[in-house]
Structures are given as C-alpha cells and as structure tokens.
C-alpha cells in the first residue's frame, strides 16, 4: 500500500526509517562493559556506533511504536553515555548522533507538517550537582557573579508528547506533533476532540499568529478507565499513560481518539508574530488568558536552594496529582537572558529537565505462577512480599512471557526490583544477584497447564506466547470465556462477576455461555447456598433475564473469538447487519479456508467470503482466520446455536451518520490518493456511514480509483459497478 508508507527521504540530521535497526540483533556489538575513559581511539568509534543504532531503536520503539522496551533511566544512561563517548573522542562523532536529533521520524498515515521554528527537547539532570553546574552555567554565560540571582520558572514536567497548536488571526489553524523536531504529523482533526484545547482565542487584541506548544496527556482517572476498558474488552493494557495519550492521538480515526479523554497543559510557543511577554510568568498570564490551562504547581525561584526546595515537596506530593509527573522543568524566566543563552544542539541552555528517580523498589518475589487467559495464553505472573511503590501496595508484577523470565534470569525466592510505570502492573526489572539464596534454580517454565486436565503447552515456532493445548477443554478458559461474555462491553449481567462465575462452574451450574440463561432451573439450589437469599436470587435471575435481548455487536464480541475485541465486533455487525447474514458468512470463509492448502492461502484464491472478510477495514488475514478458526470448531457451532435458542440477537443499527449520499454504500478505495491517504479516506468513508471493503464483488456500490489503480478498477468494470475518481469521490460526498 504505497500511500500508507511513503518513504521519507532523510534529511541531513535525520535518519530514516530503513536505517532503524529492526531489532536487538541488528545493532552493532560495540563494547558496552567497557568504562568511557578506558576506550581506545578504535573502541570509542565502535562504542559510538553501536550507541548510535541502540538509541535510533528505542527511539523508534518510544515514539513510533509507543510502545518502549527500557526503563527511561536506562534510556537516559545511554544517552549520557554515548555524550560522554563524544565529548572525549569528538573527532568521532558521527552524522547520525543521536545527540544531534530528537525523537523519531514521523509515523505515515499523517500529512507532514514542517516546524517553522524547530522542536526541541531538554536536557536532564538527575543529581542536585547537575542542578547546581545548570546555574553555573548561566551565571558564567552571562557574565554574572558567583551569587548574583538568576530567576528561573520551576514547573512540573508532564510525561505526555508535546504539540504545537498554530492560531492565526484566533483561530485554531493546525495541530502538529513535535514527529523528529523539524517535522512532526498533522493532528489537527484529532486535536480538536480535546476539550482542553480552544478552538479559538478569545477577544480580538491577540497576535496575527501565534504557535502555543505544550503537552497533551492522560491523566490518572482517564488512563485507569481507559485500561479497564482495554481489559474488559481482552485487548493488551497501556504500559503507562504517555502510551496511552500518544497511542489516542495517533488515531487516525479521530472518534477513537475523543473516546479516550486527554488534556492539554500550556507551556511553550513557536512561531509568534508579537512577542508575547517579557517573562515566562508573563506568557502564562497570556497563555491563561486564552483559556489554556498551565502546568501547575509552578514556582519563580531565585537560587538553587530555592529549586530543590521545589523539587523536594513535588516528588513527595507526586503520588498525589491528578497526572503523572516525571521531573521538574526550570526554565530562565526573562526572555531577554533566554535569547542571549540560546541554544546548544538539540535543546536550550535556558532550560533543563530535573528528572525523578523512577519509583522503584525491592522487594522479594515468593513465587511465580501461571495465568491462563481466555484464549489459553499463559502468563508468568511474581507473587511478592507486598511493597509500597509511589505510593502504592504492589504484589503481583507480570513477568509477560518465559523469554522475559530467561533473559532476566528471574528465580523463586530472588530479590527483585520493581517499577511502577503508571497505575498498570508493575515490572519486574531486574534481579538483585547478590541476594539471591544459595540453593535458588532457574525457573522451569511448565510444559502443561495449571489446569488439572494438565494439558501440554504449547508454543508455535518464532511465537512467545505459550498456549495451553487443552482449547475448550481446559477448565480456565472456560471460566475466563464466562467471564468475557458477561462483561461489560459484552452481555453486562450485573451480578455475575468473576466469584459467582467461578463458584456456578465449580457447581457445574453453568459450563458454557447458554447454560446461563438456564440458571433459573437451580434457583432452589443456589438458594441453599450460604449468602444466597430471595432477593439477591431474584436479582440475579432478573437481571439475566434482562439481557435476552442483545444487539449483534455485543454478541459477537461476547463469543470472545480471538483477535476479536469490541471494535472488529462493531464493524463486523455493521458490515453483516444480522446474525443470520454474519453467521452464514463466516461458516463459509471457514468451510473455503479449510478447503485450501496451505500454500494458496491469498484471501482471493480461498474464496469470496473469505476475501470479503479480509478485505473490511482493519480486518487482515491474522483475524479473518481466527474467526474461521473458531467457527471451524463443533463445540463453538453448537454453542452458538445453543445461544441462538436463548437470547434474541437484534439487527445492527448504525447509530452513525445514516442520511449521507454514502451510507449504507459498500465502497472500495484503490491507488494512490491525492489529496488523503487511503487510510483518511476510510476513516471519512466509515464516518458518514459507508461500509469500506478491500476486494470488489458483485455487492460493491462504488470503487474510488486513485493513480496507478490496478486490478480491483479493471474488475470494477467487468462487474459493472461505478468508478469514481477521487474528485468525484469528493463531490458525492460534498467536500468539494
Ligand atoms: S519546556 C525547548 N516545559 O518535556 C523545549 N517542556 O524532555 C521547551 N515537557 O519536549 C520545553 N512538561 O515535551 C517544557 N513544563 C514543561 C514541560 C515540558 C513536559 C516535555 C516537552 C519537552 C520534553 C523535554
């Protein structure tokens, strides 16, 4: 899909996506152990490229992927490191340092924005001494005495992505992220669900242009509830609220990004056509008076002392605000000094960032054990002596995968240190060896299952998931599966939470989905049980019974198929309407995957249901074949008929747009967009109610046919379905 992709051409300080190494195994060797000051001439060349290729990746992983593999501590020392390396050896630095860029380059998907005044990071400090060389600096640059006052503006550091919002003439011209500094992603449309966020500036006196920077993020109450959904609906949790927030934003669909709340906090600008103040102070009075809000609690101070005397209260009361912190940020506040400091590679010499240790502790791990999930997956989890991390009891980490357990060498009995890295589970880190009991054995990893059927485990080749083999067998993804289908997003039955579900299926009361809608015939059995009386019986049934009728997307994602979670429900419902047309549909893409050998599998040569289901949006092969899968398997056909007995499944109706010239419409895009990407196209497509498909039938209403549309244009014409232009695409849709 060449317009998804569109290959950026590195400009001189940025390297592109094909130099990212791939994975661990593309960096280069280096020589990590060895001290900077003991690196030959040769060793430090190698060290710094090695450094070069390890940053470029966590980079890519941190700002592309959002999804990070190291501590930002551990991140921080590489940086320092590779700064140490070039400050002793600067004949050897190199034209893709990382200390002469910032982030990463942008993902695709987005248009380009290019800065016009660049976005810089800060530099850290993480001792009072760095602290104290920051004011020494200044004074020396500036010409000032040992004690001659420098005032600097202390405010909280957000751990969120910084943004730059253009205003001409009051209104909200542009939204971009801050992508490598110089270029950064077009977020406008997402930008404006964020309440936080003025649409325009009030009153008539503001400058003709004014670009106000800061960070968007999620707080606490938000990320939690956002994770809680992601849990609910089987899908992997955020690590930590910067992911979240930066995940919401680079939705291109930005109905995604208004459903996870964020804010955004005021602390910088760009481009102005007027100088906004003479202070910092005074530009927050400004930036306050547009209706922003501002990172708080701030504090002007004069000395050192004073700053860590502010850093100190804040990193005790941290645990306490609404949104996570990660440092302090002191900045000069008259912006005649700042002018005068200027800037030092990729960040300003007014500035500094005054990082908080990470919140960790140690603690000793009891015992590790195995979670199987609703699709059999198993999770090491460590059972810990409870410890009070950032202000929280923790006593359960994950430990994700038996790779992670081997490469950290994680055992019984160890002392480990724990992270928490927003209010998710916590990390296991790392192993404190000096600690650990004589008599300690690596960890085994368990070659069955937990579950008394003990079941083999079993993990396909390049997978790092084991998976228990006893599929609908195994007793704890039958009790996982009840409880995906009463939870929320699915059935909702109040009242049946994980303790009844646990206890019903102990009691063989309820084994399967159906068997639920049959409680009712135990009513004089549960109401011996002890805690059970009348009413809360009667509750109980009640609300079961409210339930007998569920719409198709619910139901679908209640079936708790792999790789479906709510989305793909919806859009599955939306694109089949009733459960006879999807169950029809998918009983024959599985009956067409079945009957093709391996090697043919392309969604066109299995069948027609089949590349009809691979070509909706969002929906690729990996999904498509874990729908067949699942309807390929007996029990699940006739649970699903049981099913079909008990609840009444009604029609999907499309809550969206339902009066445009498109709704309803199955339209196909193919080649190159001019004026959108394909994906925007989409999005815009699905937002006025159409239905998008990836392959043409008999059922298309129109293919949109950009340049270089090959094959699906020509079958359009066969078919005798219409092709638009992407003008006229535009024009039916009113937007031209
Ligand atoms: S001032 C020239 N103030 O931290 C850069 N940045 O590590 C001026 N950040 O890129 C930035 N809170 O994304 C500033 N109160 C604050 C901040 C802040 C968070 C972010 C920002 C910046 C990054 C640097």
Redo the contacts with the bound molecule.
Sequence with gaps: MADEQSADKPGPEQLSAAEIPAGPAEIPAGHPDAAVDELSDFQARDELHRLAQLIAYHDARYHRDDAPEIADADYDALRRRNEAIERRFPQHIRADSPSRK?GAPPASGFAKVRHSVP????A?AFEEQEVRDFFDRIRRFLGLGADDPVEVLA????????CALRYERGRLVQAAT?GDGTEGEDITRNVLTIDDIPDRLPGDDGPAVVEV???IFMDRQAFKDLNERQRQAGKQLFANPRNAAAGAVRQLDPKITRSRPLSF?A??WGEVSQPLGRTMTEVRDRFHGWGFKL?QPAATCSSVEQVLEYYRKLESERAELAFE?DGI?Y?VNDLALQERLGYVSR??RW?I?HKFPPEQAQTILNKITIQVGRTGALTPVANLEPITVGGVVVSRATLHNPDEIARKDVREGDTVIVQRAGDVIPQVLGVVTEKRPAASEPFAFPEVCPCELQTPVVRPDGEVVPRCSGELACPYQQVERLKHFVSREAFDIEGLGTKNIEAFWQNDLVKTPPDIFQLHRHRDTLLKWEGWGQQSVKNLLDAIEARRRIGLDRFIYALGIQEVGSTTGRLLARSYGTLKAWDEAMSKAAEERAATPDEAKKPERVGEAYAELCGLESIGMTVADAICEFFQEPHNREVLEALEAEVTVEDFVDTRASDTPVSGKTIVFTGTMEKMTRSEAKSRAEALGAKVSGSVSKKTDYVVAGADAGSKATKARELGVAVLSEDDWLQLIGEQ
Excluded: C
């Design positions: 910032v976005m810089l990071s800060l850290n405010e909280p550091k957000i751990d969120g992505l910084s801050r920077r800061g960070e906090l602390y910088a990172n912190i940020v900045k960040a300003p500035a960032a």
